[in-house]
């Protein structure tokens, strides 16, 4: 299973590309397999404002299953990755390039703190291969 040594992530399986004050937000590589094969998404509307652990929107699975979407971070949302509304795939098939969920301006500097670096991420969901 990947995990990127460049990103930081979180214990709800979202991974967070800093870049300043905006944040790329995606779902993991295990997170996905957690849920399962994902059959469509709804993702956050643009220039929303969000804080940490607010619903933004919602994974629909083949088993028909829905599950909710949590804002890992607090701040407005400043693109959406719109694509995946029609090629869901891609957050299978290139969950840490093509199929990032949405940027975040971000608000809250210190619930960078909380995040997870590579390493701690793989041992506490025993990820090793």
């Known amino acids: 299973m990947t995990v990127p040594t460049n990103l930081k992530y979180t214990r709800d399986h979202y991974w967070v590309r800093l870049d300043g004050e905006k944040a790329v937000v995606g779902l ?11 059959v469509f998404i709804e ?17 629909e699975t083949a088993a028909d299953d829905e599950h909710d979407l949590l804002a ?12 995946l509304e029609r ?4 957050v299978l098939e290139s969950p840490y390039d093509k199929g990032w969920l949405f940027t975040i301006q971000l608000s809250q500097d210190s619930e960078l703190e909380q995040l997870l670096e590579e390493d701690t991420y793989v041992q506490e969901f025993s990820l090793e291969d």
Do not use: W
Request: no cysteine.
């Open 28 to 38: 993991t590589e295990y997170g996905i397999s957690e849920l399962g094969m994902i």
């Open 43 to 59: 993702l956050p509307d643009q220039d929303t404002h969000v804080r940490k652990g607010e619903f933004i929107g919602s994974v």
């Open 72 to 83: 890992p971070l607090s701040g407005k949302i400043t693109s959406v990755n719109r694509l």
């Open 87 to 90: 090629a869901v795939m891609l």
